[in-house]
Nanobody, 118 residues
Framework: QVLLVESGGGLVQAGGSLRLSCAASGRTLGYLHMGWFRQAPGKEREFVGSISWSGVSISYADSVKGRFTISRDNAKNSEYLQMDSLKPEDTAVYYC???????????WGQGTQVTVSS
C-alpha cells in the first residue's frame, strides 16, 4: 500500500508560481510511475503530467506545457510539480497519483487546492 500526501497548494495571483510536493510512504516510489491530475469545480478530473519511475520519460497536457515542470526525487520518495505563469484557469484541486504500469494509476493522494486570482 502506498500513501500519497500532497502539499504546497494555496492562493496566488495570475502570473505567479507555486510548487506542489507529493510525499509517499508505505512503499518506495523507486519503481512507480508518478503523475499529477487536477479537477476544477464542475469539471472532470484531467491529466496534468506524468513522469516515469526513472525520470527519463515525462509528458504534459498541452494546457500546461512550457509552464509546468514535473520532477521526482526517489531518495526522498517524493514528486514535485513546479507551476509557473499560472492562469486563473489553472484553479483546481491537484492530485498526485502513482502506479506500477504507465498511465494506470493505482494510488491517489487526497488533493491540494490551488487558486489563481486574476
Amino acid at each position: 500500500q502506498v500513501l500519497l500526501v500532497e502539499s504546497g497548494g494555496g492562493l496566488v495571483q495570475a502570473g505567479g508560481s507555486l510548487r506542489l510536493s507529493c510525499a509517499a510512504s508505505g512503499r518506495t516510489l523507486g519503481y512507480l510511475h508518478m503523475g499529477w491530475f487536477r479537477q476544477a469545480p464542475g469539471k472532470e478530473r484531467e491529466f496534468v503530467g506524468s513522469i516515469s519511475w526513472s525520470g527519463v520519460s515525462i509528458s504534459y497536457a498541452d494546457s500546461v506545457k512550457g509552464r509546468f515542470t514535473i520532477s521526482r526525487d526517489n531518495a526522498k520518495n517524493s514528486e514535485y510539480l513546479q507551476m509557473d505563469s499560472l492562469k486563473p484557469e489553472d484553479t483546481a484541486v491537484y492530485y498526485c497519483a502513482a502506479g506500477a504500469v504507465w498511465n494506470k494509476w493505482s494510488y491517489w493522494g487526497q488533493g491540494t487546492q490551488v487558486t489563481v486570482s486574476s
